[in-house]
């Protein structure tokens, strides 16, 4: 495993991200192809193996499950110190005005939520998982800040927005004097690059790492085009997004250099994600033991000019996606 520290910031994080939205109770949220604890012991235990010690998840998972999953499997398999423990807050998670979005009410209300279904007493990264345009920045970042001083966070991170929403917050941030975020937690991948326009630049310029979401598009960039999905890919109502005809030359274009290798395709798509320079850990959201060998793999891999023009010259511009 390769470590590296999350944008300028001291905290040190394995280059692959274990995704936590993979665990919870299949009967809770709309993840039914979720693992319980049973079924995730295998997957945990081999992280740990693998030397990935940087998991992420959020309190919407699976209707706060996944956060309970990851707690126990903390506490049997491992020690807190030594994993990088990452949340999410922004996503209902009840009817009160504490349970969604990012008023003081509700980032005060949520954080001691996702404490006790952890079983923590602090989390290493948290991250409002979208902009909320119904609260002042100033509110948001004011809230983040405090939860960093009552020793609830030690860092903060965003997800999924438009570059100038972030470089609001941002700038919000260092007009009260209060705690910027370290990371940006993105979609990316060769299927979609939109973030190559701005927010790329953006967190370049201000020492902000990437933990790039879906780099294998759920799995559309892992097997090829006529091949059959995994039962995830059945039931997830975001694959689609990735199923239009467009992606095909792109798909066929890993497979190529994937086959050439001797390589599953998995592992060429990642590499192409950690080609990037901004990118600091992409999350791998396993269900199969494969998924994570695969992905730490990909590290080895250092793609030549030939193919990443290959893997890069049949994207065409399209409109993000997950805002």
Request: with cysteine.
């Amino acid at each position: 495993m390769e470590y590296t520290r999350l944008g300028n910031s001291g905290l040190r994080v394995s280059r692959i991200a274990l995704g936590c939205m993979s665990f919870g109770e299949p009967d809770r949220g709309s993840n039914q192809w979720t693992l319980d604890d049973a079924a995730a012991e295998p997957v945990f235990r081999q992280a740990l193996e693998l030397g990935i010690t940087f998991w992420d998840t959020a309190n919407v998972y699976s209707d706060g499950t996944s956060e309970e999953v990851v707690g126990r499997a903390i506490r049997k398999y491992t020690d807190r110190e030594s994993i990088v423990l990452a949340s999410k807050v922004f996503f209902p998670m009840s009817e009160g005005p504490g349970g969604r979005g990012l008023s003081r009410r509700a980032i005060l209300e949520q954080v001691d939520n996702s404490l006790a279904r952890l079983g923590t007493d602090y989390l290493d990264l948290y991250q409002i998982h979208r902009f909320d345009p119904e609260t002042p920045v100033e509110e948001t970042m004011e809230a983040l800040h405090d939860v960093v001083r009552a020793g609830k966070v030690r860092y903060l991170g965003a997800s999924s927005m438009w570059a100038w929403q972030f470089a609001k917050l941002q700038h919000a941030a260092d007009l009260g004097g209060w705690t910027r975020f370290i990371s940006m937690q993105n979609q990316y991948s060769l299927v979609q690059r939109e973030e190559e326009r701005e927010m790329f630049g953006l967190l370049a310029d201000q020492g902000v790492g990437s933990v790039p979401w879906s780099p294998l598009a759920k799995g559309r960039l892992a097997r090829p085009w006529d091949e059959q999905g995994s039962q995830r890919a059945k039931v997830d109502p975001l694959q689609a997004r990735y199923d239009g005809d467009e992606n095909r030359p792109i798909v066929d274009a890993v497979r190529r250099v994937a086959e050439a290798r001797g390589v599953p395709m998995a592992q060429i798509a990642l590499a192409w994600v950690l080609h990037n320079p901004v990118v600091d850990a992409p999350i791998v959201g396993p269900t199969k033991s494969h998924h994570l060998s695969d992905a730490v793999a990909a590290l080895d891999i250092e793609l030549t000019d030939d193919e990443l023009t290959a893997l890069e010259e049949h994207y065409t511009p399209r409109l993000p996606s997950g805002y």
